[in-house]
T-cell receptor, first 116, second 113 residues
Framework: EAGVAQSPRYKIIEKRQSVAFWCNPISGHATLYWYQQILGQGPKLLIQFQNNGVVDDSQLPKDRFSAERLKGVDSTLKIQPAKLEDSAVYLC??????????????FGPGTRLTVL | GDSVTQMEGPVTLSEEAFLTINCTYT??????LFWYVQYPGEGLQLLLK?????DKGSNKGFEATYRKETTSFHLEKGSVQVSDSAVYFCALTRSGGYNKLIFGAGTRLAVHP
């Protein structure tokens, strides 16, 4: 079974530029999560989708971050414009329908973003 | 709000030593508790979990018991190997919530031969 795929693995940009990350979850997983992991900290949820609807985006900085999952499968997370403090690893995870008790999340390898 | 506190690292041990990584939590209701591991250059992997009080999760020689009275979920292993060197994260999901994982800061373990 293929795992969660993410690309790119690494990205270096200058502040005020824009960047986008892509995630393809495990086939059949209805729930998709984006986490931000700043160096030395645990991951923090940015946004959670159930199929193509948003379940929780309470910690997403909506003035600069956006995310979509238009067809309920793969997802894109965008930052525009980037700030220095956005330097982090962005992790995508997926799980079966959380509402049906599918609470094990499977993580992708992450995208390491460096903002200069 | 809900939170997880882990012992600070790094933890440095010799091979075959006993490992304990402390984890305590604050949450309303009855959360599910998890330990995730991140090996160098790899993504987060679920190590073990427990979904109710007094449950013991176990995997690959690691164990953790859900202790509601002390709000703890300490990770233990009787004899560590060099290959166990990684960062370990304690986490919870709130009961009745949307399955959002709330992580501790992580504890780096280094095992030397």
């Amino acid at each position: 079974e293929a795992g969660v795929a993410q690309s790119p693995r690494y990205k270096i940009i200058e502040k005020r530029q824009s960047v986008a990350f892509w995630c393809n979850p495990i086939s059949g997983h209805a729930t998709l999560y984006w986490y931000q992991q700043i160096l030395g900290q645990g991951p923090k949820l940015l946004i959670q989708f159930q199929n193509n609807g948003v379940v929780d985006d309470s910690q997403l900085p909506k003035d600069r971050f956006s995310a979509e999952r238009l067809k309920g499968v793969d997802s894109t997370l965008k930052i525009q414009p980037a700030k220095l403090e956005d330097s982090a690893v962005y992790l995508c995870a997926s799980s079966l329908d959380f509402a049906s008790g599918g609470n094990e999340q499977f993580f992708g390898p992450g995208t390491r973003l460096t903002v200069l | 709000g809900d939170s997880v506190t882990q012992m600070e690292g790094p933890v440095t041990l010799s091979e075959e030593a006993f490992l304990t990584i402390n984890c305590t939590y604050t949450a309303t209701g009855y959360p599910s508790l998890f330990w995730y591991v991140q090996y160098p250059g790899e993504g987060l992997q679920l190590l073990l979990k427990a979904t109710k009080a007094d449950d013991k999760g176990s995997n690959k020689g690691f164990e953790a018991t859900y202790r509601k009275e002390t709000t703890s979920f300490h990770l233990e292993k009787g004899s560590v190997q060099v290959s166990d060197s990684a960062v370990y994260f304690c986490a919870l999901t709130r009961s009745g919530g949307y399955n959002k994982l709330i992580f501790g800061a992580g504890t780096r373990l280094a095992v030397h031969p």
